[in-house]
């Protein structure tokens, strides 16, 4: 929000107390796919068997069960899959971990996603032994995506995991908090707005995405963390995204924002009105089915009510790693 008021001064004054007040991103109750049994075996079967390649690597540095790196996202340049394929390579994670990027069409894809997929591909070449290790997943449904998070966070698996957004920067992340309320010790990058809510060593990692070798050495800090410190960072993650931006938080902070406006509408109109008119205008009925979050005469609770049902009916979110408008504007 500074960053805002810094090109755009003008708002500070239209809101006349400082910053200007801004409604946070909501993340959705997760519900279970369909055929949520057969369709995660399916899942985790490509990944276990990337996680065995890595096992199989003679002199393992770390010795143990590998961990998986898993990152969500539509395949695009400021996604930086390429990137993090080649940091993963020459940092040497692809001899502890497997990699597991999920995103873009199961077709063809645009010339963007061909792109992005054909220099994958020439880092691949460059280190063949890695291909094995490596899972490219198309774009699953928002479902899908949180079941495979949830089962590869479960601490009762063999194989620790942990999240990484390579992206040079994000507006918000969606998909990264999402992996925090899953349970994921996540990293990501420093730039934009994650960290906002992303506290470095405290609730997940920090880390410069601009280059390989810098986005290298964030894989092997995150790899380093000790599972017990994984484990308390990502229940602070958690219980922050489980408060906050949760859908029902997302309601709440709505509905305030409104019912503060409707006051301040009603306050300036009493101020305003010609003497003999009444403080409360008579308040019309609206058609059947209709809705009005405005008018000086609506309470606190009727606005609740009015935008926790239209979160509820809006709530679907797009495909994860399909190719839709990501916070920036981008496509």
Request: aromatic fraction near 4%; include cysteine; charge should be positive.
């Amino acid at each position: 929000m500074p960053e805002l008021v810094r090109y755009y001064p003008q708002l500070t004054d239209r809101n006349g107390e400082g910053l200007p007040s801004a409604v946070p991103e909501g993340i959705p109750p997760y519900r279970p796919p369909r055929r949520r049994a057969e369709r995660c075996a399916e899942l985790l079967r490509a990944v276990d068997a990337a996680v065995a390649a890595v096992a199989a690597v003679p002199g393992r540095p770390d010795g143990g069960t590998p961990a998986v790196l898993l990152s969500v996202g539509r395949l695009h340049p400021v996604k930086q899959q390429d990137l993090l394929v080649r940091s993963w390579i020459a940092s040497g994670c692809h001899r502890r971990a497997a990699l597991v990027l999920v995103g873009g069409s199961p077709e063809a894809g645009d010339p963007v996603e061909r792109a992005m997929r054909a220099r994958i591909e020439d880092a691949l070449r460059a280190c063949p032994e890695a291909r094995r290790r490596l899972v490219l997943l198309p774009a699953l449904s928002n479902a899908e995506v949180r079941m495979l998070e949830r089962s590869l966070a479960d601490p009762g698996r063999q194989s620790s995991a942990r999240y990484v957004c390579p992206s040079a920067k994000e507006e918000f992340g969606l998909a990264l908090l999402e992996a925090m309320e899953a349970g994921f010790l996540v990293a990501g990058p420093f730039r934009g707005g994650v960290p906002h809510y992303l506290v470095d060593g405290h609730n997940g990692l920090l880390i410069d995405t601009s280059r390989a070798e810098t986005l290298g050495d964030g894989l092997v800090r995150l790899l380093a963390v000790d599972d017990r410190s994984a484990s308390v960072m990502a229940a602070r993650a958690r219980t922050l995204v489980r408060s906050t931006y949760s859908s029902a938080a997302m309601a709440g902070t709505l509905a305030d924002h409104y019912a503060a406006v409707t006051d301040a509408r009603a306050h300036a109109h009493r101020e305003r009105r010609a003497p003999g008119v009444p403080a409360v205008p008579a308040r019309r009925t609206p058609p059947a089915g209709a809705a009005s979050v405005t008018g000086p005469g609506l309470g606190l609770g009727d606005v609740r009510m009015v935008v926790a049902r239209l979160v509820g009916e809006s709530a679907r979110p797009p495909d994860r790693g399909a190719d839709v408008p990501d916070e920036s504007g981008h496509q």
